[in-house]
């Protein structure tokens, strides 16, 4: 496999974004694409990080962390956008801030035909439920997307889903 080996500033431009919107809990399901994330996260005294088996369980996990005081952010991958679309209705109709942090699959140079279906539907999923949609595609823009998009949450008691564009991620070649 090659993988873009350009240095990745954007992982801690997200994780920077993350400490300046106050985000104390970070729900996630183990991601490749969010791994540098996540070992930041992890890393920060401030911050407590809880690895799920299942997307949905981040949602709630995240709309108690709200109850209790806390900001959150639920990082996934876009196939597990599918997962949650019945439970991202305890944040919409109870009006609870989620910050959702989305790496793409089944976009730009996608090579495993599984993440097409949701890949190509992520966005207008979202949309589609009342989730406010924002992408970023070049590393130097990501930081302040996802700051906006905190601050657009936790403003406005609203959902909003940050989706990073699989071109930002880099291209897999599992042909060599």
Same mark, same amino acid.
């Given at each position: 496999?090659?993988?873009?080996?350009?240095?990745?500033?954007?992982?801690?431009?997200?994780?920077?974004?993350?400490?300046?919107?106050?985000?104390?809990?970070?729900?996630?399901?183990?991601?490749?694409?969010?791994?540098?994330?996540?070992?930041?996260?992890?890393?920060?005294?401030?911050?407590?990080?809880?690895?799920?088996?299942?997307?949905?369980?981040?949602?709630?996990?995240?709309?108690?962390?709200?109850?209790?005081?806390?900001?959150?952010?639920?990082?996934?991958?876009?196939?597990?956008?599918?997962?949650?679309?019945?439970?991202?209705?305890?944040?919409?109709?109870?009006?609870?801030?989620?910050?959702?942090?989305?790496?793409?699959?089944?976009?730009?140079?996608?090579?495993?035909?599984?993440?097409?279906?949701?890949?190509?539907?992520?966005?207008?999923?979202?949309?589609?439920?009342?989730?406010?949609?924002?992408?970023?595609?070049?590393?130097?823009?990501? !930081?302040?997307?996802?700051?906006?998009?905190?601050?657009?949450?936790?403003?406005?008691?609203?959902?909003?889903?940050?989706?990073?564009?699989?071109?930002?991620? !880099?291209?897999?070649?599992?042909?060599?």
């Amino acid at each position: 496999m090659t993988q873009q080996s350009s240095p990745r500033p954007w992982p801690g431009d997200i994780f920077n974004a993350l400490k300046r919107a106050d985000v104390k809990q970070v729900a996630y399901v183990p991601d490749a694409g969010h791994k540098e994330l996540i070992v930041s996260c992890q890393g920060d005294e401030n911050m407590t990080t809880v690895s799920m088996t299942t997307e949905e369980e981040g949602v709630a996990m995240l709309g108690g962390a709200w109850l209790g005081g806390d900001r959150g952010a639920l990082l996934m991958q876009s196939s597990g956008v599918g997962n949650c679309i019945n439970m991202l209705s305890l944040p919409i109709h109870c009006r609870m801030p989620l910050l959702m942090i989305v790496t793409m699959r089944g976009e730009w140079g996608e090579f495993n035909p599984w993440q097409l279906p949701m890949g190509q539907n992520t966005e207008r999923v979202l949309q589609d439920i009342g989730v406010y949609v924002q992408r970023a595609t070049f590393a130097d823009e990501v !930081g302040d997307i996802v700051y906006a998009g905190a601050q657009l949450a936790y403003s406005s008691n609203c959902q909003v889903a940050v989706l990073l564009s699989q071109r930002l991620l !880099g291209f897999k070649d599992w042909s060599k």
